[in-house]
């Protein structure tokens, strides 16, 4: 009796503490869409005077290491973009989505041959702070391997990879 008591008591606490990981993951970055009227102001006039004549695709309002951001998806000069700012319109970052041809030859490889055989789904690249940059900080590559399992590769411009991070299967 007190063992089948022990493992229920112990199935329980697992169950429990699952919840609590996934709970905790959600936390972490919590992103939900917004309507751009209820972006702030300073948000959308740093948008237009950064990247005039962007087509505002949507918004998002996201919370990142406690701190109240801003996601702008814009269209500009023919590339799709999310650009990230604070609420008083300071720019924290801008992911530029990128075809191959646009990334450095030494990036892809890079990539290749650390995952050969991956299929490349995404590329962007990454410029941090609160300057427009021409250079990318690095450059985010989403890949899916044979096995299904995706990656999340960042690379540096010289072909360094500083991040690899490895998905759960589809």
Avoid at 70 to 78: D, L, P, R, S
Wanted: no cysteine; glycine share 8%; aromatic share 4%.
């Amino acid at each position: 009796m007190t063992t089948k008591r022990s493992l229920g008591v112990m199935k329980m606490a697992s169950y429990v503490g699952l919840i609590a990981l996934v709970v905790g993951a959600k936390t972490r970055a919590q992103e939900s869409e917004i309507r751009l009227d209820q972006v702030p102001k300073a948000v959308i006039t740093a948008t237009k005077d950064k990247f005039p004549g962007a087509e505002h695709r949507s918004a998002a309002k996201e919370t990142e290491d406690g701190k109240t951001v801003y996601e702008m998806a814009i269209t500009h000069k023919g590339h799709k973009m999310d650009v990230t700012f604070k609420e008083d319109g300071t720019l924290v970052s801008i992911e530029t989505k990128l075809a191959e041809s646009e990334v450095p030859a030494v990036v892809l490889k890079a990539v290749k041959d650390k995952h050969p055989g991956a299929k490349i789904d995404l590329i962007e690249s990454v410029k941090k702070g609160p300057q427009l940059k021409e250079e990318a900080d690095y450059f985010e590559l989403h890949l899916t391997k044979a096995d299904k399992k995706s990656v999340e590769v960042e690379v540096d411009a010289g072909g360094k990879i500083l991040k690899s991070e490895e998905g759960a299967k589809d």
